[in-house]
């Protein structure tokens, strides 16, 4: 019992040793001049709360400088800084480039190490096989992890587009309603995303903020159709800018725009019940019909293999 206590207190001071020890890098000459070159001076050090870059904070401290490193030699490699920075404001999340490249090295790094872990467990197991083609899978996975990242992030900015294209009908519609009530745009806006929710309610709410800042309303509804790609939302802004510059009205152009994403969507839905038919036909060719052929002919087999003597 007294044992497992000092092992226990042993345990919990080496916690508080890493958790409490500084980066495992020295200063840099910049670093330690730079409180003496600026004209104000430097905030205290513990009003500094840096992002987390992985989910535990000691490994966030101790590898910190590390990981940033490696994000930055990833970028590097890969480029495409923007088209990065693009899908991430697509996305919608307060995600940087930085954060995203950290976790590109993350997954990188998984990757490796499943490689790792599959060839100590083949040289258990006394495998035959050269050590250079297990080393040739464990960097086919850590690239493989990296680009995986990137992919799920496409996929998470195609999901949150399609929900926004299905919201959009029943935004439209509200704001038309709102417009007709006496609502003006600016009015109809804050009316709507106060009462609605999901994915287009919160970047009218975005745009709305820049507009409420000081930015003029069409230049955020067109930043708003820059960080998308849909061109539903990009029609929605050019009617909307064109009824405020010019007095139009605005209730019957939403309503108008309402209808056209619905036909579209109604398009979108058969032309994709069309390409879903000819997938509908492989498991009735190779399941079904052999299976109904086989019970047609069975009869007769079996009645030719009485007869016979």
Same mark, same amino acid.
């Given at each position: 019992?007294?044992?497992?206590?000092?092992?226990?207190?042993?345990?919990?001071?080496?916690?508080?040793?890493?958790?409490?020890?500084?980066?495992?890098?020295?200063?840099?000459?910049?670093?330690?001049?730079?409180?003496?070159?600026?004209?104000?001076?430097?905030?205290?050090?513990?009003?500094?709360?840096?992002?987390?870059?992985?989910?535990?904070?000691?490994?966030?401290?101790?590898?910190?400088?590390?990981?940033?490193?490696? /994000?930055?030699?990833?970028?590097?490699?890969?480029?495409?800084?923007?088209?990065?920075?693009?899908?991430?404001?697509?996305?919608?999340?307060?995600?940087?480039?930085?954060?995203?490249?950290?976790?590109?090295?993350?997954?990188?790094?998984?990757?490796?190490?499943?490689?790792? /872990?599959?060839?100590?467990?083949?040289?258990?197991?006394?495998?035959?096989?050269?050590?250079?083609?297990?080393?040739?899978?464990?960097?086919?996975?850590?690239?493989?992890?990296?680009?995986?990242?990137?992919?799920?992030?496409?996929?998470?900015?195609?999901?949150?587009?399609?929900?926004?294209?299905?919201?959009?009908?029943?935004? /439209?519609?509200?704001?038309?309603?709102?417009?007709?009530?006496?609502?003006?745009?600016?009015?109809?806006? /804050?009316?709507?995303?106060?009462?609605?929710?999901?994915?287009?309610?919160?970047?009218?709410?975005?745009?709305?903020?820049?507009?409420?800042?000081?930015?003029?309303?069409?230049?955020?509804?067109?930043?708003?159709?820059?960080?998308?790609?849909?061109?539903?939302?990009?029609?929605?802004?050019?009617?909307?800018?064109?009824?405020?510059?010019?007095?139009?009205?605005?209730?019957?152009?939403?309503?108008?725009?309402?209808?056209?994403?619905?036909?579209?969507?109604?398009?979108?839905?058969?032309?994709?019940?069309?390409?879903?038919?000819?997938?509908?036909?492989?498991?009735?060719?190779?399941?079904?019909?052999?299976?109904?052929?086989?019970?047609?002919?069975?009869?007769?087999?079996?009645?030719?293999?009485?007869?016979?003597?």
């Amino acid at each position: 019992m007294a044992g497992a206590s000092l092992a226990l207190l042993a345990a919990s001071g080496l916690w508080l040793t890493v958790a409490a020890s500084p980066p495992l890098r020295r200063p840099r000459l910049s670093d330690r001049l730079a409180p003496y070159l600026d004209d104000a001076p430097r905030p205290s050090r513990l009003l500094d709360l840096p992002s987390a870059r992985t989910p535990f904070a000691f490994v966030d401290r101790l590898l910190g400088p590390m990981l940033l490193d490696a /994000a930055r030699w990833c970028d590097r490699l890969l480029g495409g800084t923007t088209s990065v920075r693009r899908r991430l404001d697509q996305a919608g999340g307060s995600m940087t480039v930085e954060q995203f490249r950290v976790e590109q090295v993350i997954w990188g790094a998984g990757g490796l190490l499943l490689g790792l /872990a599959i060839t100590a467990l083949a040289a258990a197991r006394g495998s035959t096989t050269r050590p250079a083609a297990f080393l040739i899978i464990a960097l086919v996975l850590a690239v493989a992890g990296v680009l995986g990242r990137d992919r799920l992030l496409t996929v998470a900015v195609a999901r949150r587009e399609r929900r926004m294209l299905a919201e959009f009908p029943t935004i /439209a519609e509200l704001l038309a309603l709102a417009v007709g009530a006496g609502e003006g745009a600016v009015g109809a806006l /804050a009316r709507v995303t106060s009462l609605a929710g999901g994915e287009l309610a919160s970047e009218l709410g975005r745009t709305l903020a820049e507009a409420r800042s000081g930015v003029n309303l069409v230049t955020a509804l067109e930043r708003m159709a820059a960080r998308t790609s849909l061109s539903a939302l990009s029609r929605f802004v050019d009617g909307l800018a064109v009824a405020v510059e010019r007095g139009t009205p605005l209730a019957e152009v939403l309503r108008a725009q309402a209808v056209d994403v619905r036909e579209e969507g109604r398009r979108r839905l058969l032309e994709t019940a069309g390409r879903k038919e000819i997938a509908m036909l492989l498991p009735v060719v190779f399941f079904v019909l052999p299976v109904t052929i086989v019970f047609a002919l069975f009869p007769g087999f079996y009645n030719l293999s009485l007869s016979v003597p």
